[in-house]
């Protein structure tokens, strides 16, 4: 794998009749999804749920996704927690090859992750492809920054040392998705935290819970081992504090409003009991 980054093609609608042929074929092809929690590998489902549907009409729904409880939440923090002394000891390599395969996986379903962004949150198709060859860059991007980073890095000679710079993986991260670019930022923000060698419990918008899910699909399919991203559809209300109060928190990623930034900011700052760490 070449260290020289170059973006995703767009697909031209406009002049390929295959590519829009393709696309109008994925779009008449989709069916509703049901969208179980993730925790360990293993699906979950919940008596609540929360009903994804198109915006351009309201009345059909695009997908059903089980709706966590701080339960449910707990557990998830705790399996990712568990799974991180593996993961993080995972070499650098290994762990770019899985975004790499991610981004092949998403390329063979570009139609298909387009179709849902269409139906899911109105995106135009120009825009839905957009969003996909995103996800599909920062898988990329952070697969091979993350082979460069592994590398020996250059320091300050200093006579009568010898030193080395190396990056330490921190521990649980939770990813707190936007419902504007719920494919791209989601998988940014979710690959950043994975290739490092942190272990994610996942908040999908809860406007956007099925291209969520088609994600976490795609990165076990790559090769996540089982705990490592756990997939938590919920309302913030619901869990959002206690994924971001939780002492085994390590950091917080987030895209959202002002006001719900601010209120991470907020509790974040606070040590928790059993907490050994200032959160980022």
Not at 134 to 151: P, V
Not at 197 to 225: C, D, H, R
Not at 263 to 269: C, G, S, V, W
């Amino acid at each position: 794998m070449t260290l020289e980054f170059r973006n995703e093609p767009y697909l031209d609608f406009a002049r390929d009749a295959a590519a829009r042929d393709a696309q109008k074929r994925a779009i008449d092809a989709f069916a509703p999804v049901d969208c179980p929690l993730v925790i360990g590998g293993t699906r979950v489902s919940t008596k609540a749920a929360i009903v994804s549907s198109n915006p351009c009409r309201p009345k059909s729904v695009v997908g059903r996704a089980a709706k966590a409880s701080k339960g449910q939440a707990e557990k998830a923090v705790r399996t990712a927690y568990d799974a991180f002394p593996s993961w993080s000891k995972t070499p650098p390599g290994a762990r770019a090859d899985i975004l790499f395969r991610a981004a092949d996986l998403m390329r063979g379903r570009r139609h298909e992750l387009n179709a849902t962004l269409i139906l899911e949150v109105g995106k135009s198709w120009g825009e839905a492809d957009a969003d996909t060859a995103e996800a599909i860059d920062f898988c990329t991007y952070y697969g091979q920054e993350m082979r460069r980073l592994a590398a020996d890095q250059p320091l300050t000679p200093v006579p009568g040392e010898r030193g080395r710079l190396y990056y330490q993986p921190l521990g649980v991260g939770v990813v707190i998705a936007p419902w504007n670019f719920p494919c791209a930022i989601l998988a940014g923000m979710t690959a950043a935290a994975l290739v490092t060698g942190n272990t994610v419990v996942l908040k999908p918008s809860s406007l956007a819970p099925v291209i969520g899910y088609k994600v976490v699909e795609i990165f076990e399919e790559a090769g996540l081992p089982k705990g490592v991203l756990n997939f938590l559809p919920s309302s913030g209300g619901e869990i959002g504090d206690l994924l971001v109060d939780h002492p085994l928190t390590r950091f917080v990623s987030f895209t959202g409003s002002r006001d719900v930034g601010l209120r991470i900011h907020e509790h974040a700052a606070q040590v928790r009991k059993g907490q050994r760490w200032i959160k980022r």
